[in-house]
């Protein structure tokens, strides 16, 4: 993904400033005291916003003490992910905290903080042949390389062949699902996951694919008790390195600071402790 911008007067004028100042021996840095941070608000158990409007979930708790560490007043506020990357490079937000898993491409156009979790991908469905033909297994290990993965791919092309898949658009996952299964099954794109769930739960599409922390929380709901994982779980370095925290280029120093936050967070077994209280399991990195 790729912006253009245009250059203002007003930008010029900055630059000017900035420069003057550099020149006179000082430098020009901005007040981070107070950091807009945007999540989707209905990633559950990642991040989810309940009847009063507060956000609440693993990544809400997680901001909450690392800005205490830094004595930052952070302003969770909720935005739909496929408008979120550009909204941070536009200046709307300083922070993007929604399971972004660090890829190659987005890394071209937002600057990544340590990973704070490492998970892996599922297939879900309703559907009971499907369910009975699709035992869960142990996980799948990818490199991201054709060639070493082919006959794991094969394996999963068999079992996907002729159905409808859903999946979110705009996820790490959605690559993956449209270049190894577009051309056996019909794919169908969702805003967001809770959609594909319903269509999932209701019989619309066969299967959908998804992150195993969402189809984990998302099957203890009473109105998906027909849906359950089915197959492998998919892991390993197909998906980069994880899940992070995702700031402006130009914002290095706040990136910084967050990574010396995190840092500590992961040594103390803060995001252990937040990880098993929401998901049950450890996805530290």
Same mark, same amino acid.
């Given at each position: 993904?790729?912006?253009?911008?245009?250059?203002?007067?007003?930008?010029?004028?900055?630059?000017?400033?900035?420069?003057?100042?550099?020149?006179?021996?000082?430098?020009?840095?901005?007040?981070?005291?107070?950091?807009?941070?945007?999540?989707?608000?209905?990633?559950?158990?990642?991040?989810?916003?309940?009847?009063?409007?507060?956000?609440?979930?693993?990544?809400?708790?997680?901001?909450?003490?690392?800005?205490?560490?830094?004595?930052?007043?952070?302003?969770?506020?909720?935005?739909?992910?496929?408008? *979120?990357?550009?909204a941070?490079?536009?200046?709307?937000?300083?922070?993007? *905290?929604?399971?972004?898993?660090?890829?190659?491409?987005?890394?071209?156009?937002?600057?990544?903080?340590?990973?704070?979790?490492?998970?892996?991908?599922?297939?879900?469905?309703?559907?009971?042949?499907?369910?009975?033909?699709?035992?869960?297994?142990?996980?799948?290990?990818?490199?991201?390389?054709?060639?070493?993965?082919?006959?794991?791919?094969d394996?999963?092309?068999?079992?996907?062949?002729?159905?409808?898949?859903?999946?979110?658009?705009?996820?790490?996952?959605?690559?993956?699902?449209?270049?190894?299964f577009?051309?056996?099954?019909?794919?169908?794109?969702?805003?967001?996951?809770?959609?594909? *769930?319903?269509?999932?739960?209701?019989?619309?599409?066969?299967?959908?694919?998804?992150?195993?922390?969402?189809?984990?929380?998302?099957?203890?709901?009473?109105?998906?008790?027909?849906?359950?994982m089915?197959?492998?779980?998919?892991?390993?370095?197909?998906?980069?390195?994880?899940?992070?925290?995702?700031?402006?280029?130009?914002?290095?120093?706040?990136?910084?600071?967050?990574?010396q936050?995190?840092?500590?967070?992961?040594?103390?077994?803060?995001?252990?402790?937040?990880?098993q209280?929401?998901?049950?399991?450890?996805?530290?990195?």
């Open positions: 993904m790729g912006h253009t911008y245009r250059v203002t007067s007003k930008i010029l004028a900055c630059a000017a400033l900035s420069a003057s100042v550099m020149f006179s021996g000082f430098t020009l840095a901005k007040d981070w005291s107070t950091v807009r941070v945007a999540t989707e608000g209905a990633y559950e158990p990642w991040n989810t916003t309940l009847p009063s409007g507060e956000i609440s979930g693993f990544e809400p708790e997680l901001l909450q003490d690392l800005c205490t560490r830094l004595k930052l007043d952070c302003q969770l506020q909720a935005q739909d992910w496929d408008g *979120m990357i550009a941070l490079n536009a200046g709307k937000f300083d922070v993007l *905290m929604d399971a972004i898993v660090i890829t190659p491409d987005r890394a071209q156009v937002v600057a990544f903080s340590h990973p704070y979790a490492n998970t892996q991908g599922v297939f879900a469905s309703a559907d009971p042949k499907i369910i009975a033909s699709m035992p869960s297994t142990d996980v799948l290990k990818l490199s991201g390389d054709a060639t070493a993965d082919k006959a794991v791919i394996t999963l092309k068999a079992l996907v062949k002729g159905k409808v898949l859903g999946i979110q658009s705009g996820t790490a996952y959605t690559e993956f699902v449209e270049k190894n577009n051309d056996i099954a019909t794919i169908r794109e969702y805003k967001k996951s809770g959609e594909h *769930m319903m269509d999932l739960s209701a019989g619309r599409i066969d299967l959908a694919f998804d992150d195993v922390t969402f189809f984990a929380s998302a099957l203890e709901n009473p109105d998906n008790k027909a849906v359950h089915v197959g492998p779980k998919i892991g390993g370095q197909i998906w980069g390195p994880g899940e992070a925290l995702a700031f402006r280029k130009s914002d290095d120093d706040l990136r910084e600071k967050f990574n936050a995190l840092t500590a967070a992961l040594a103390d077994g803060t995001v252990q402790r937040l990880s209280k929401w998901f049950k399991a450890d996805i530290r990195p």
